[in-house]
C-alpha cells in the first residue's frame, strides 16, 4: 500500500486511517534496531541482548504491542505520583500562598482534575499512533516546531529531576544526622533512577506496577501520625488574605496544582505505545485519569494537613519539606528512620518517567541524534540534572514553586495546539487523518508556522499574566501586591482562538 493511499483513506472518530490501512505503516521493527550496523548501537548490542530497550521514537509495530501493560495505565502514574516528591505541593498551600485548608483542598481538587484531564487525552494518542508524545506534536507543529517543543520538554523533564532529587537527597541526609553530605545522597537516588530508565520500558513498568504499594500504607501512617500531633484546620484562617489577594493566592497555587498533573501530559503517551492500537480510546483515559487524580489528590492532601499541625510547620520554617518529613516519624525513632529512607528511594518511581523522556526528547531534536542510543541518552540526562540538583540543593522550595508555575504556561498551550490539531483538522479538514508513514519526514509535515506563531503569541500572553517572585505581570498585579498567576489560563486561550484560523490557512496553502 502506498502512503497515498494511507493519505485518503477513511477515518475513524481520533483522526487515524482504520487499522487495517496503517498500524505498520512507517514503523521500524526492534530487531532491526538491535542488529544496525550504526557504531553507538553496536557497543550495546551486548545490552540489548539481555533485554535493554533499543527503541526509541521509531514508530512501534502492532505485532509488538500487547496488553500485558494495560493496567499500567493506572498503576504507573499511581507509583509515579505517590513518591514523596508530591509532599511539598500540598506543604506550599499555607506556606507560600496562606490557604486554609479548606481552601487548599478546594484548590487542589479542582486544578488536578482539570491537569489530570489534560494528560489523559495526550495517552490516548499513544496507542493509536505508536508514537512518542514530541513525535506525535510534529503533525501540528511541524518538524521545526516539534524540535522547539522537544526542547521545552527537556527543560520540564531535567526540572522535574532536580526537585525529586533534591527532595531525595534531603531526606536521606537528614536520616543520616548530617553524616551523609547533601551532594551525595542526591548522586545516590539519581544513580538508582538511572538504571531502571536505562533498561527501558518494560523495566519501568515492572517497578511502577508494585512501588506504589508500600508508599501509600506510609502515607496511611502519615495521616495517622499528623492526626495524633494534632491538625487544626482553621490554625491558617487568620492569616489567609482576603479579596483579591485571596483570589491571586488562590489562582497562583491552582496553576502549581495544574502543572503538577499537566506536566506530566508532554509524555504521557510515551509510556503507552506498545499497547494494541484498537485499545478504547476512553478505557486509555479513565485509566490516565484516575491513575493521576487519585494519588495526587491523596498525597497532596497530605501536605495541605501536615501544614495544620504547628510543630510541622515550624519544621518548614526551619528546613523546608525534608524537615517536615523526619518531624513526622520522629516519634517512631529507627523505624521512622527507615521508611524515611524508603521515602528517599520513592524518588526513583518519579525520576523514571523525567529522565526517559528526555532521553527521547533528544532523540526528537534532529535526525543526526537517533543515531545515538536511547539508553546512551539517558546517562547524559543524568549527569545534566544531578549535577543541577547538587548547585541547587539548599534553595527546593524556591525552585519547586517557581518551576512548577512556569511549566503550566508552555504545557497549556502545547495541550491546546494538539488537541485542536487532533480534533479539529485531523478529524474533519486533512482528509486520512495522521499519515503515519511522514512522522519523520520534514517535508510531508506541517510547515508549523500557525503552531509556533501561535504559541509564541500565548507565551508572550502568559508573561504578561504571570506572578512570580521575581516578576509579577502587568495583568497579575490586578490580584495586588503579590500578584494572582493567570499564566496557563491566559497562554491555553490565546493558543486556542490563535490556533484554528491560522493553522486552517497554512493547510490551505500548502496542503500538509
Known amino acids: 500500500m502506498s502512503s497515498n493511499d494511507l493519505e485518503l483513506g477513511d477515518k475513524d472518530v481520533y483522526g487515524v486511517a482504520p487499522e487495517e490501512t496503517h498500524v505498520d505503516a512507517g514503523v521500524v521493527r526492534e530487531d532491526e534496531l538491535v542488529g544496525s550496523s550504526n557504531r553507538f548501537f553496536r557497543v550495546l548490542n551486548k545490552a540489548f541482548s539481555s533485554g535493554v530497550e533499543a527503541r526509541g521514537i521509531e514508530r512501534v509495530p502492532e505485532d509488538e504491542r500487547d496488553g500485558k501493560h ?7 502514574w499511581w507509583s ?8 511539598p505541593i500540598g506543604l506550599l498551600a499555607q506556606a507560600y500562598y496562606l490557604l486554609d485548608f479548606a481552601n487548599a483542598m478546594a484548590c487542589i481538587v479542582i486544578f488536578t482534575a482539570i491537569g489530570a484531564a489534560c494528560c489523559a487525552f495526550i495517552a490516548t494518542l499513544g496507542p493509536k499512533t505508536g508514537l512518542r508524545t514530541m513525535v506525535i506534536t510534529r503533525y501540528s507543529m511541524g518538524f521545526i516546531g516539534g524540535s522547539i517543543f522537544a526542547v521545552l520538554n527537556i527543560l520540564t523533564q531535567l526540572g522535574f529531576s532536580v526537585t525529586a532529587v533534591i527532595l531525595g537527597g534531603q531526606t536521606l541526609t537528614n536520616v543520616s544526622d548530617g553524616k551523609l553530605p547533601l551532594e551525595a545522597a542526591v548522586v545516590i537516588v539519581g544513580v538508582m533512577a538511572l538504571i531502571l530508565c536505562f533498561c527501558g520500558y518494560g523495566a519501568m513498568h515492572q517497578w511502577e506496577r508494585y512501588a506504589w504499594i508500600l ?22 484562617r487568620t492569616l489567609q488574605d482576603s479579596g483579591k489577594a485571596f483570589s491571586g493566592d488562590f489562582l497562583t497555587f491552582g496553576g502549581i496544582v495544574f502543572s503538577s498533573a499537566s506536566g506530566w501530559a508532554p509524555v504521557a ?15 486509555v483515559w479513565i485509566l490516565t485519569w484516575f491513575g493521576l487524580m487519585i494519588p495526587l489528590l491523596f498525597v497532596e492532601s497530605l ?20 524537615a517536615v518529613l523526619s518531624a513526622v516519624f520522629e516519634p517512631w525513632g529507627g523505624g521512622g528512620k527507615f521508611i524515611l529512607v524508603v521515602f528517599a528511594f520513592s524518588i526513583i518511581s518519579n525520576c523514571i518517567p523525567n529522565t526517559y523522556s528526555a532521553a527521547l526528547s ?23 540534572y544531578t549535577v543541577a540538583a547538587v548547585a541547587g540543593r539548599e534553595h527546593f522550595s524556591a525552585i519547586l514553586s517557581n518551576f512548577l508555575a512556569i511549566l503550566g504556561y508552555w504545557v497549556a498551550f502545547f495541550i491546546v495546539v494538539v488537541a485542536e490539531e487532533h480534533f479539529i483538522f485531523r478529524a474533519h479538514v486533512i482528509p486520512g487523518g495522521y499519515d ?25 500572553v502568559a508573561i504578561v499574566s504571570m506572578a512570580q517572585t521575581w516578576y509579577i505581570g502587568p495583568l497579575a498585579q490586578t490580584f495586588g501586591e503579590y500578584g494572582g498567576d493567570l499564566g496557563f489560563e491566559m497562554s491555553a486561550i490565546t493558543a486556542g482562538v490563535l490556533y484554528p484560523p491560522l493553522r486552517y490557512l497554512e493547510y490551505r496553502h500548502f496542503r500538509r
Open 362 to 384: 533528544i532523540q526528537t531534536l534532529c535526525p543526526p541524534f537517533q543515531k545515538v542510543p536511547r539508553a546512551l541518552w539517558t546517562v547524559l540526562v543524568f549527569v545534566i
Open 303 to 322: 501536605g495541605a494537613a501536615l501544614m495544620t499541625v504547628p510543630e510541622y510547620a515550624a519544621a518548614f520554617e526551619e528546613g523546608d519539606a525534608g
Open 80 to 87: 509515579v505520583n505517590m513518591a514523596v516528591s508530591t509532599v
Open 436 to 460: 503515519l508513514t511522514a512522522y519523520n519526514t520534514m517535508s510531508r509535515l506541517p510547515v508549523g508556522a500557525a503552531g509556533i506563531f501561535s504559541c509564541l503569541c500565548a507565551a508572550g
Open 269 to 283: 503517551a510515551d509510556f503507552n505505545v506498545r499497547l494494541p492500537h484498537d485499545i478504547k480510546p476512553w478505557k
Open 215 to 236: 508508599m501509600f500504607i506510609f502515607y496511611c501512617c502519615m495521616y495517622g501520625l499528623g492526626g495524633k500531633a494534632g491538625y487544626d484546620i482553621s490554625a491558617q
Open 70 to 76: 494495560t493496567i499500567g495505565l493506572l498503576v504507573f
